[in-house]
């Protein structure tokens, strides 16, 4: 017995050696001696002879990753004039017949941007502007923030980015909430 505990040591400390875990080595060499000593060397060798697994180097953020964390510190300053808001009608469907909610889980993320698009020939809301990401629809601005039409149709620059997410369901995963924030660009208004 105490052969087979010494004779674990060696494939444990050329494992130390090599930065590897050292217990998995030394149950090994403890069971091949236990059972045979001759057994002995072949962990040692084994030790020897097995590479490093490559290690990957660390990703480099991907510049969408970079954006959306851009975009986010921006909001934290409080030098930035921005107000929250929501997208409203997540639920229904497009009018392409997009799912609006399984679109968002898999296409948007905090951080990203949206486009404010003014719908004037809205037959619901002559105040109507929508929520776009990469050209497909949202969802609205909701009604009692008419004032985001008002400043578009008067020149003012706003970007909406989205700062929160919550998602739902178990089999079919989709988005049941997108939080954003309204940011004030360049407001010409105030030039004048």
């Known amino acids: 017995m ?5 004779g674990g040591l060696p494939p444990a400390l050329i494992a130390l050696c090599k930065r590897r875990n050292i217990l998995w080595w030394y149950l090994y060499g403890f069971a091949c001696t236990l059972v045979a000593w001759p057994l002995l060397a072949l962990p040692v060798i084994h030790a020897l002879a097995v590479r490093q697994p490559h290690m990957p180097k660390a990703p480099k953020e991907s510049p969408q990753r970079q954006r959306r964390a851009d975009a986010l510190a921006l909001l934290a300053d409080r030098g930035v004039r921005s107000y929250p808001s929501r997208v409203a009608g997540l639920r229904q469907r497009s ?3 997009t799912d ?9 993320a905090p951080g990203d941007a949206l486009e404010l698009v ?3 020939a809205d037959p619901g809301s002559e105040h109507a502007v929508a929520y776009r990401h990469r050209g497909t629809h949202l969802g609205y601005v909701p009604k009692r923030q008419r004032w985001i039409a008002e400043a578009l149709d008067d ?3 706003l970007a909406a980015v989205v700062n929160e997410m919550k998602i739902g369901g178990i089999f079919r995963r989709h988005a049941k909430f997108i939080g954003t924030r309204i940011v004030v660009l360049d407001d010409r208004r105030s030039a004048s």
């Open 100 to 108: 609006r909610r399984r679109y968002a889980y898999e296409h948007v």
């Open 155 to 157: 020149g003012v620059s």
């Open 118 to 120: 003014r719908e004037a």
């Open 2 to 6: 105490w052969m087979a505990l010494a």
């Open 95 to 97: 009018a392409a017949g």
